[in-house]
């Protein structure tokens, strides 16, 4: 998936298709420019969230609002404990949607831990570190999920976008994760310069921006023809 030495205009666009493809597949046409709306912050950030577009979706053609949004919007505001919870030792392979969603209705119904997840790590018994492996992440797919509720979005599809995300973000934990939710919050760096003005873009994301330009004009191309 990476060779370790992407630039960060790779990183947001490969991991932006990830996540859509997982998350939102009806949405892939606009994950790129959203993701690196999101990453640039100031007004067209904040306008990007209050009014998400509508796509086209389902073998109906309806319409629907967009989950990309609000989603790239509640991953940034959550990178560090996603990060923390991507990073600890107790989280193992095998991470699936469903058993985070499982994870999550455990958690919220205020039941312990299962029981191991399929063998793949022990159960911690110490609660202070979040019980089984499962536990730690649905932390934050819990957080994530609400997240995009007060965003307005339905309960279970907040849910299922959340735990969507962070098992493609775990099964990539080594792979550009962390690197793609620090551009996600602002926090990546293509200058170091220290001059660089207020609110512009930093050069990567800038080099970004002119790519995504063809691929917004071929997506409302593909709209206007449906």
């Not at 505001?77 to 919870?85: E, G, I, Q, R, V």
């Not at 790590?121 to 609400?146: F, H, I, K, Q």
Request: proline content about 6%; glycine content about 12%.
């Amino acid at each position: 998936m990476s060779n370790g030495h992407d630039s960060a205009p790779d990183v947001l666009e490969r991991w932006a298709a990830t996540i859509a493809s997982a998350s939102a597949p009806y949405e892939t046409d606009f994950a790129v420019h959203t993701a690196l709306t999101c990453a640039r912050g100031g007004r067209g950030r904040r306008a990007l969230v209050r009014r998400a577009p509508s796509v086209t979706a389902g073998s109906g053609g309806e319409l629907v609002t967009a989950v990309l949004p609000a989603l790239w919007d509640a991953l940034a505001a959550c990178c560090d404990l996603l990060k923390s919870a991507l990073g600890s030792p107790v989280v193992a392979n095998g991470i699936s949607t469903a058993g985070l969603l499982l994870a999550v209705r455990r958690r919220r119904d205020g039941a312990p831990p299962a029981g191991g997840t399929g063998g793949s790590a022990p159960v911690d018994p110490n609660p202070a570190t979040g019980g089984d492996e499962l536990w730690l992440l649905a932390r934050a797919v819990a957080e994530v999920s609400r997240r995009l509720r007060a965003h307005g979005m339905d309960p279970a599809v907040a849910d299922q976008a959340a735990a969507s995300a962070v098992a493609a973000l775990h099964a990539g934990r080594d792979e550009g994760a962390g690197a793609f939710l620090d551009l996600l919050a602002g926090e990546g760096r293509d200058d170091t310069s220290g001059d660089r003005p207020a609110g512009a873009p930093r050069t990567g994301l800038r080099r970004l921006a002119a790519r995504v330009t063809g691929l917004r004009r071929s997506a409302r191309a593909r709209g206007r023809s449906r």
